[in-house]
T-cell receptor, first 115, second 118 residues
C-alpha cells in the first residue's frame, strides 16, 4: 500500500504571495492532519479533516486554511506569506476506528521557504 | 492542555550498545495514547512504537521497547543493539483517547537527536 504523499516537496515563495500544498493519504484513510515543523517551535498542529469536514484547528492565524476532497485528498493554503511561515509542513493520515482516529502516518513533508 | 517534555536534546550511543531516551508528559486524562516517532535526516517521520495507556504491558517492536510508568507520567524508549540507521531525531507524542478535538491531534515533545557512533 502506498504511503502518504505530499506535493510539492520543495517550494520557494516571496512575502505576500500565497501557496497551496497537497496531501494524498494512504488508501482507505479518511482522516488527514497537518502539522508545521520549525526549529524554534517544533511540531505544531494546524488542523485535521475527516470526510471533508474540519474537526479541529490549531492556534494559527486565519491565513492558514485547508480543505478535504471527497477522495480524502487534502490541501492547505497559506495566504499573504510571511517570513515566519518558512517551515516543513507535514501531512499525516489515519484510519478511523470506533469513531476515533487511529495511529497517524506521516508523509515526507513540503519544505516551504519564504524570501 | 497536555504537554510533552523530552529533556535530552541530544544523545549518542556506540553501535551495538543500548540507549534510553526519556519522555515525560502532563495530562489530567486517564486514557490516552503515547507514541515514539523517528525522523531521519531525510525527514520522513516514521512510527517507532505505540502504547495505549490502559495497557499495563510495555510495548515492544523488535529492538525497540518502552518503559511506561503511568503514575509517574513517564514514557521512555529503549533501543537495543543500536545500528547506524537508528541515527535520527526521536519525538515523543501524546494523543487523547476521548472523542472530541483533543483526540484528533498529536502533541509532540521537542525531540531528541540521537547519534550512533561506529
Amino acid at each position: 500500500k502506498a504511503g502518504v504523499t505530499q506535493t510539492p516537496r520543495y517550494l520557494i515563495k516571496t512575502r505576500g504571495q500565497q501557496v497551496t500544498l497537497s496531501c494524498s493519504p494512504i488508501s482507505g484513510h479518511r482522516s488527514v492532519s497537518w502539522y508545521q515543523q520549525t526549529p524554534g517551535q517544533g511540531l505544531q498542529f494546524l488542523f485535521e479533516y475527516f470526510s471533508e469536514t474540519q474537526r479541529n484547528k490549531g492556534n494559527f492565524p486565519g491565513r492558514f486554511s485547508g480543505r478535504q476532497f471527497s477522495n480524502s485528498r487534502s490541501e492547505m493554503n497559506v495566504s499573504t506569506l510571511e517570513l515566519g511561515d518558512s517551515a516543513l509542513y507535514l501531512c499525516a493520515s489515519s484510519w478511523e476506528a470506533g469513531g476515533l482516529p487511529d495511529t497517524q502516518y506521516f508523509g515526507p513533508g513540503t519544505r516551504l521557504t519564504v524570501l | 492542555a497536555q504537554t510533552v517534555t523530552q529533556s535530552q536534546p541530544e544523545m549518542s550511543v556506540q553501535e551495538a550498545e543500548t540507549v534510553t531516551l526519556s519522555c515525560t508528559y502532563d495530562t489530567s486524562e486517564s486514557d490516552y495514547y503515547l507514541f515514539w516517532y523517528k525522523q531521519p535526516p531525510s525527514r520522513q517521520m516514521i512510527l517507532v512504537i505505540r502504547q495505549e495507556a490502559y495497557k499495563q504491558q510495555n510495548a515492544t517492536e523488535n529492538r525497540f521497547s518502552v518503559n511506561f510508568q503511568k503514575a509517574a507520567k513517564s514514557f521512555s524508549l529503549k533501543i537495543s543493539d543500536s545500528q547506524l540507521g537508528d541515527a535520527a531525531m526521536y519525538f515523543c507524542a501524546y494523543r487523547s483517547a476521548y472523542s472530541g478535538a483533543g483526540s484528533y491531534q498529536l502533541t509532540f515533545g521537542k525531540g531528541t537527536k540521537l547519534s550512533v557512533i561506529p
